[in-house]
């Protein structure tokens, strides 16, 4: 088993950043050559998924989760905690904190456009994002 902690500074609601570069560093520097890679996110306002990393489709997506969590909603944690990131808090917890990505022969197993990203939700800007990347096999 191999761990490594990735570390994403954020600017703003909605930024989307490619983990791509940084996981395949990881795999490389596990010298694991089949097994899985585990990404979590440690927030409860960042989302991972996977993604073709390109302006369109990101924009879709950013639009499908203000559809999913809007921002003219009433949100009950907005009333108890006052800091406005209730639709942020929704959205990650639709997309998820998690993703396992395959590995064979020493590289990981996306599609050709498949991207691993995070996904910045918070509504107050300025994050330092915390990714766990947890790589088992052998």
Known sequence: MFRKIIHVSTKREGEIHNLTPEVIVAVHESA????????????????????????????????????????????????????GNGRSHIKAALVGPSLVVPVAGGNLCCGTWQQIVLLELDVNAGRERTVVCTITGE
Not at 50 to 74: K, M
């Open 32 to 83: 694991i050559r089949e097994g899985l890679v585990h990404l979590f996110v440690q927030h409860s306002t960042a989302a991972l998924t996977t993604i073709e990393y390109e302006p369109g489709v990101l924009a879709d997506l950013a639009r499908a989760l203000s559809v999913l969590a809007p921002d003219d909603t009433d949100y009950a944690h907005n009333t108890k905690w006052g800091d």
